[in-house]
T-cell receptor
Framework: AQTVTQSQPEMSVQEAETVTLSCTYDTSESDYYLFWYKQPPSRQMILVIRQEAYKQQNATENRFSVNFQKAAKSFSLKISDSQLGDAAMYFCAYRGRDDKIIFGKGTRLHILP | EPEVTQTPSHQVTQMGQEVILRCVPISNHLYFYWYRQILGQKVEFLVSFYNNEISEKSEIFDDQFSVERPDGSNFTLKIRSTKLEDSAMYFC?????????????FGSGTQLSVL
């Protein structure tokens, strides 16, 4: 069975600095998708970035980028120039052939002014 | 490790039919939620449930939807008369409390296809 592990329950970063959130996963599949979701206090789940496993190039979305290491089954999220609005819970997620989405347990990100 | 479980993983139904999506939250959790994600779109909050009543719902959660905790372990989402646009992945989640810093534990979803 696939698993997603986020080993950092909470992290803090100074405003304008860069922070990296870790995520590892386990799967025997070769084709899958990886996601980072942001969940602000409003409880909406906002897709931040996605990565197709067949693509070697790391996905980027403005200040958000990933470091996808397929062999190591690692999928970290880097947030550059952190802003107060980035404070939220961040979920790493995996979606394989059966379309189930498996989420990690989340990392609470605090932005320090 | 405790987890939220959802059944079935896939549900196919005809338009106009009723469906019930089932969830078993983590046993010591008190707050329960349903989310959905239409293909290619963001995950949307539907409803939260506490102490046997709805505590919050979104505008998506209209009269076609209802939730129930029929016994001490299950938490169900019923769609009374399904529409094509109800096709989505539905996620159940639970938490111990409803504070901003409380984590939500998600199930792995039920893919609903309305034909």
């Amino acid at each position: 069975a696939q698993t997603v592990t986020q080993s950092q329950p909470e992290m803090s970063v100074q405003e304008a600095e860069t922070v990296t959130l870790s995520c590892t996963y386990d799967t025997s599949e070769s084709d899958y998708y990886l996601f980072w979701y942001k969940q602000p206090p409003s409880r909406q789940m906002i897709l931040v970035i996605r990565q197709e496993a067949y693509k070697q190039q790391n996905a980027t979305e403005n200040r958000f980028s990933v470091n996808f290491q397929k062999a190591a089954k690692s999928f970290s999220l880097k947030i550059s120039d952190s802003q107060l609005g980035d404070a939220a819970m961040y979920f790493c997620a995996y979606r394989g052939r059966d379309d189930k989405i498996i989420f990690g347990k989340g990392t609470r990100l605090h932005i320090l002014p | 490790e405790p987890e939220v479980t959802q059944t079935p993983s896939h549900q196919v139904t005809q338009m106009g039919q009723e469906v019930i999506l089932r969830c078993v939250p983590i046993s010591n959790h008190l707050y329960f939620y349903w989310y959905r994600q239409i293909l290619g779109q963001k995950v949307e909050f539907l409803v939260s449930f506490y102490n046997n009543e709805i505590s919050e719902k979104s505008e998506i959660f209209d009269d076609q939807f209802s939730v129930e905790r029929p016994d001490g372990s299950n938490f169900t989402l019923k769609i009374r008369s399904t529409k094509l646009e109800d096709s989505a992945m539905y996620f159940c989640a639970s938490s111990r409390a409803d504070r901003p810093n409380e984590k939500l534990f998600f199930g792995s979803g039920t893919q609903l296809s309305v034909l």
